[in-house]
């Protein structure tokens, strides 16, 4: 039963527009991540947050922004895509931090052309 | 094996035969956690596993961890069509605020 909703599943845009997704989890859970997956299935971390607070802030372009409305939602925004921003964007939350079982959404597939 | 190679591994087995997975990881972890992501979905996770630990069991699923060597596996007993999916492992890093995923591991159990 999905508890992580993301939306949209899938979206297709052009070089320089900016896109946002969105991410909410229903657990009652303190941290949300936002994830990277590639092509080869290569998962990596962008960022968390916990209690709306950012906590891991990888190595990302600056293009890309979380933005956080309460504990709940963890959205994130591109602001001028790249074609290589072509990927799948997952959400995660986890009760407490880093080590804990983490709870995926479905993902969001972006398309950059 | 996850981790130090730079393509995903993929494994083509027969349902019904067992399978093994391995995970080597390079940094200090209390846990190390095994997902599985079918596709179109997100990853779940399977089975965690703390340093603590040797092994531990869940249904068909057989993790084991040994923290002198840094590596842990995976075992799927008796696997079925719907095994079919990539599987990854995820250490914990010093600060315990993140996962760190492997580059997982394909698997195409066939029917």
């Known amino acids: 039963e999905t508890a992580v909703f993301q939306t949209p599943n899938y979206h297709v845009t052009q070089v320089g527009n900016e896109v946002s997704f969105n991410c909410k989890q229903t657990?009652?859970?303190?941290?949300m991540y936002w994830y990277k997956q590639d092509s080869k299935k290569l998962l990596k971390i962008m960022f968390s947050?916990?209690?709306?607070?950012?906590?891991v802030n990888e190595t990302v372009p600056r293009r890309f922004s979380p933005q956080s409305s309460d504990k709940a939602h963890l959205n994130l925004r591109i602001k001028s895509v790249e074609p290589e921003d072509s990927a799948v964007y997952l959400c995660?939350?986890?009760?407490?931090?880093?080590?804990?079982?983490?709870?995926f959404g479905p993902g969001t597939r972006l398309l950059v052309l | 094996s996850q981790w130090g190679e730079e393509n995903l591994q993929a494994l083509s087995i027969q349902e019904g035969e067992d399978v093994t997975m391995n995970c080597s990881y390079k940094?200090?972890?209390?846990?190390v956690q095994w997902y599985r992501q079918k596709s179109g979905k997100g990853p779940a996770q399977l089975i965690l596993?703390?340093?603590?630990?040797r092994e531990k069991r869940s249904g068909r699923l057989r993790a084991t961890l040994d923290t002198s060597s840094q590596s842990s596996s995976l075992s799927i007993t008796g696997t079925l069509a719907t095994d079919t999916a990539v599987y990854f492992c995820?250490?914990?890093?010093?600060?315990?605020?993140?996962?760190?995923f492997g580059i997982g591991t394909r698997v195409l159990v066939r029917p």
């Open positions: 995660a939350s986890s009760h407490w931090g880093g080590e804990d079982t983490q709870y």
């Open positions: 657990l009652g859970h303190d941290t």
């Open positions: 596993i703390r340093s603590n630990e």
């Open positions: 947050y916990n209690n709306k607070q950012l906590i």
């Open positions: 940094t200090y972890t209390t846990v």
């Open positions: 995820a250490t914990g890093n010093s600060a315990g605020n993140k996962l760190t």
